[in-house]
């Protein structure tokens, strides 16, 4: 039977990591894989973590199961982080996921079971799983401009063309904030109007809050999230502590998911544990446990927002500094968009020609569609990269 399986497309970002680890260059510079990294190279377990994890150790007396959708003061700690406080707990599931992959995936074999028939509306361009999920799953899908690879900014205005097609059972995917790949995003007046159009055309947002507290500050990513939870009836949310807790490998994650009334929000609920049942039965608990103690807790709270500051901040002065080192050497502003763009990501507009000469002459790895991973970088490589990017006549 086995000899019947087909042949699966390598993963283009795992196979680039092969690539670099395979690289005997002792200058290599690594921004493809989409992991945060200090600027000595590695990625540090946070210090509010590592102070959890050692009260967890003291008080934990079991391994037993959890409950099936995940603990209760976990959904209340991570709902009241990503909606604020006062948020409708009367109108929120909540299901704890295999990290923020299983959060999207749960949400897309919720939204079709309700509605097997649904159109998911994807940007282009997305996180790549989002649509490999998408096509495994055999949904529907149809993609919006979102990039504009002049500026480099949002196509705001080919954006909302795009969406006056939606419909009513369509689900359309949004990214609360640091947008992966192109770290262009929307502003409150822009999530406003789309909050506006999704009003009037009866289809229900999919938001992916992956990177919370990486671009703006806690609150600032959220506020786009925040806006839609308000004005419309039904909102999911998945949302993962992969990056703002440095918690990748206990897959954390979780899927919300707001409903008009109590009796939805029940059947909701109903529906998502029956698909933690079948998929994997109960979620990892450690990570959970551990954002739930940081977020509960005063001063484990303050430590952690502090680190998360200095992270996000950290990013942002590395943004300065590529961009102002591409402005003297580029004799022109034409690279600023890297300053306003947010999070870890910001896509150069290379293309895959030059993005393999910056691998072949000088080391440097990032994604083939000149995604690039700031966190990567440090205050040295800052003007290696910048030296190659003009080199390669990026």
Not at 69 to 91: K, Q, S, T, V
Not at 111 to 116: D, E, F, L, T, V
Request: net charge neutral; charged share 20%.
């Amino acid at each position: 039977m086995l000899n019947n399986l087909k042949p699966q497309a390598p993963d283009k970002i795992l196979a680039l990591m092969g690539q670099f680890r395979a690289d005997p260059r002792a200058d290599k510079i690594d921004l493809g894989v989409g992991v945060y990294k200090d600027a000595t190279g590695l990625t540090p377990v946070m210090r509010a973590v590592k102070a959890a994890e050692k009260q967890l150790w003291e008080a934990e007396t079991t391994k037993t199961y959890t409950a099936l959708a995940g603990e209760p003061a976990y959904h209340a700690a991570m709902a009241g982080m990503i909606l604020g406080a006062g948020y409708p707990a009367d109108r929120v599931a909540a299901l704890a996921t295999v990290g923020g992959t299983g959060a999207i995936r749960q949400a897309l074999e919720l939204i079709r079971m309700a509605n097997p028939d649904a159109t998911i509306w994807v940007s282009d361009p997305t996180w790549p799983n989002h649509l490999t999920i998408l096509a495994y799953l055999g949904m529907k899908t149809r993609l919006y401009r979102y990039f504009d690879a002049d500026t480099r900014g949002v196509n705001f205005a080919g954006m909302m063309d795009d969406l006056k097609e939606v419909k009513a059972g369509d689900v359309v995917l949004l990214h609360g904030c640091c947008h992966n790949p192109t770290g262009a995003n929307l502003n409150l007046t822009e999530w406003a109007a789309v909050a506006d159009l999704l009003e009037r055309s009866g289809a229900m947002p999919l938001i992916d809050l992956a990177y919370q507290g990486f671009g703006d500050g806690l609150d600032a990513d959220a506020a786009g999230t925040r806006l839609i939870a308000a004005r419309l009836p039904q909102v999911l949310i998945a949302a993962s502590c992969s990056k703002n807790f440095g918690i990748y490998r206990e897959r954390t994650g979780i899927l919300l998911a707001l409903a008009p009334d109590t009796a939805t929000r029940d059947l909701a609920q109903g529906t998502m544990a029956y698909l933690n049942r079948q998929n994997y039965s109960f979620a990892p608990d450690h990570g959970a446990r551990l954002v739930t103690m940081i977020l509960t807790d005063a001063s484990l709270r303050k430590e952690w927002e502090t680190e998360l500051e200095q992270v996000r901040l950290s990013m942002l002065g590395l943004r300065e500094q590529l961009a102002s080192e591409l402005r003297a050497l580029a004799g022109s502003d034409r690279f600023g968009f890297i300053a306003q763009h947010r999070g870890m990501f910001s896509r150069l507009g290379a293309s895959p020609e030059q993005v393999e000469r910056l691998r072949a002459e000088h080391g440097i790895y990032m994604v083939g569609d000149s995604r690039l991973n700031i966190a990567g970088l440090n205050a040295t490589t800052v003007p290696i990269l910048a030296r190659a990017i003009i080199d390669c006549g990026i």
